[in-house]
């Protein structure tokens, strides 16, 4: 497999294509954040909605348009962490990552199981210039999960 | 017509992804370096470096020869009336800051009534265009933000030709300053410059052309072009980076006031006030990169060797392969004129239906051809064009033929790489 079909696996592919989560809608939770994050070398964008009940991320919706990477990452991530807590999104965030700083290597521990689609973007730690691109998802995501803690706090305090 | 140059360029001969060869096209956003370059830079850091206008020995006296000497084969490659009218600066868009700064320090009373000229401030306007590179639309934008002035912009037709139309209605009496571009960095249209021109002496306008994509590739006279003020960079002209050139009339340079301040570019100092010499010396303060001055000027040179009208022929034809190409490829939508058109430089850009220009580059570079991504410090021109990013193949002095037909066969299997149906 060459680098090139390495990083455009085919599960990224179809992530591209089916995007999970894709379409910004209301969302009746107890806690909603939003977060718009813009990768200023291309200008692609997403705007991402979290709902949470408690410390479950119950919904991921997003709306962006990007490149295949960033948005097969979107789509892979909001299939990951729905119906998660924070913290298991916090330790898959933090997996992903080490993943886009390993040179294209898996990381060779359970935390390749914890990847799961995310996994395939394993190609993606060859190419630096892309990596900001599969993250531009997680940095909405964990800046829509910040709004809607604060949003949830908030509301308890009112309501 | 140019014989092959790829030996002059030694980085061409290195290999890139999977062992290919490279096919360099992204000149456009920096070009390669000849050893004529690289050996005038290497020769004055070996054997000649020292103060440049300071030292009384030796190699204070070859340093400052050998700066000065890189002006005046800059100013030759332009045509500048004198080497005075050449001041350096780290890079284009410091060149274009310069003059827009400043205007803005004339408009806050510096210089006094010498300076007067160059005041501008609420109820007056400066005019761009849309297809300005953000270097040459910020510093506008915040000089108006500055002064209380008015920003106003010439827009630009389907093809991302000027609407020469509208130089009568945006630029009116209430224009000081009209800044634009002589060649497109995305549909590489060249201007129009006599119609801007000849509108702003109408009203009194100063000029100021950004020339970063022109002065590298086709033959630039800034006296025949009749402009006020011309900025380009080293780096796209086969120089190095860390240098750059604004070319001035010397009677307007000698009243603009400076923007950066310190040693070397003063008349006399005392503890309350500063008198500042001449141009170009008043806006060279503090050390400067003298050999990447040394380096322009050598570029300077080998252009000139090689003839700019030779440049530009060999351009348009690497251009015309190019253009021509991708409008036989379907899902593909070349951004500016079509085909082979008389007043386009040797860039093609394009938006690929379906394939974001990121992936299109990525399936480009493995195939070793190099070009640019995104959406080139152009935002309100691909704006204008509908599309948010797109891929760019620019051609230099070493582009051949087979650089543009592997270009154009990798452009082909994209969107069959990504499955976009045909």
Not at chain 2, 26 to 31: I, K, M, N, V, Y
Not at chain 2, 40 to 59: C, I, K, T, Y
Not at chain 2, 336 to 341: E, I, Q, R, S, Y
């Amino acid at each position: 497999m060459s680098s090139l079909e390495q990083m455009y696996q085919q599960v990224i592919m179809d992530h591209a294509k089916s995007r999970h989560g894709a379409g910004l809608v209301q969302l009746d939770l107890p806690a909603v954040g939003e977060s718009h994050q813009v990768n200023t070398t291309c200008g692609d964008e997403v705007t991402l909605r979290v709902g949470l009940d408690g410390d479950t991320v119950s919904s991921v919706r997003w709306e962006g348009q990007g490149c295949s990477i960033s948005q097969a990452s979107i789509s892979a991530l909001t299939e990951l962490v729905e119906g998660h807590s924070i913290e298991e999104s916090e330790e898959v965030y933090e997996a992903f990552r080490a993943l886009m700083g390993n040179r294209g290597e898996d990381l060779g521990d359970d935390r390749d199981d914890m990847l799961g689609d995310a996994g395939a973007f394993v190609g993606v730690g060859k190419y630096p210039a892309r990596i900001k691109c599969a993250l531009l998802g997680w940095m909405a995501l964990r800046d829509a999960i910040a709004h809607a803690q604060a949003a949830g706090v908030e509301g308890e305090t009112h309501g | 017509m140019l014989p092959d140059l790829r030996d002059d360029f030694p980085l061409l001969a290195r290999s890139v992804r999977n062992g290919k060869s490279l096919a360099y096209l992204d000149s456009g956003a920096t070009a390669q370096r000849p050893h004529a370059v690289l050996n005038a830079m290497d020769e004055f850091d070996r054997l000649h470096n020292g103060a440049v206008a300071r030292g009384a020995h030796l190699l204070a006296e070859e340093a400052t020869e050998a700066f000065e000497g890189a002006r005046g084969s800059v100013a030759r490659l332009v045509n500048a009336a004198s080497p005075e009218e050449i001041v350096w600066t780290s890079n284009a868009t410091a060149a274009l800051n310069l003059v827009a700064n400043g205007i803005g320090n004339a408009s806050a009373g510096q210089g006094g009534a010498a300076s007067s000229l160059f005041r501008v401030g609420p109820g007056d306007s400066i005019v761009v265009t849309q297809a300005e590179h953000h270097a040459n639309l910020i510093p506008w934008q915040q000089l108006a933000a500055r002064t209380g002035a008015t920003l106003r912009w010439i827009e630009v037709d389907d093809l991302g030709r000027h609407r020469l139309e509208q130089l009568g209605s945006v630029i009116d009496e209430t224009t000081k300053v009209v800044a634009f571009t002589h060649a497109s960095n995305v549909t590489g249209v060249v201007s129009d410059v006599a119609a801007f021109v000849a509108r702003a002496r109408e009203v009194g306008a100063l000029t100021v052309l950004d020339a970063c994509q022109s002065v590298p590739h086709i033959p630039v006279d800034v006296q025949a072009l009749g402009v006020d003020f011309a900025a380009f960079s080293g780096h796209k002209m086969l120089g190095p980076t860390g240098i750059g050139a604004l070319w001035g009339r010397k009677s307007l340079l000698d009243v603009l006031p400076p923007s950066v301040f310190g040693g070397g570019a003063i008349m006399t100092v005392t503890l309350e006030e500063t008198t500042w010499h001449p141009a170009p010396t008043r806006f060279e303060a503090g050390t400067q990169p003298v050999t990447q001055a040394v380096g322009m000027g050598a570029a300077a040179e080998y252009l000139m060797a090689l003839g700019m009208e030779d440049v530009a022929e060999h351009e348009r034809r690497i251009a015309r392969i190019i253009r021509e190409g991708v409008s036989e490829i379907p899902g593909v939508r070349l951004l500016g004129p079509v085909g082979d058109a008389h007043d386009v430089l040797g860039i093609a850009t394009v938006a690929v239906d379906g394939v974001h220009t990121h992936d299109v580059g990525q399936v480009l570079d493995d195939l070793g051809v190099a070009v640019r991504v995104g959406h080139h410090c152009a935002q309100p021109l691909h704006k204008r064009f509908g599309v948010t990013g797109s891929t760019r193949a620019s051609a230099h002095v070493y582009t051949t033929e087979e650089d543009a037909e592997r270009f154009l066969a990798g452009l082909a299997s994209v969107r069959e790489f990504f499955g976009v149906p045909a």
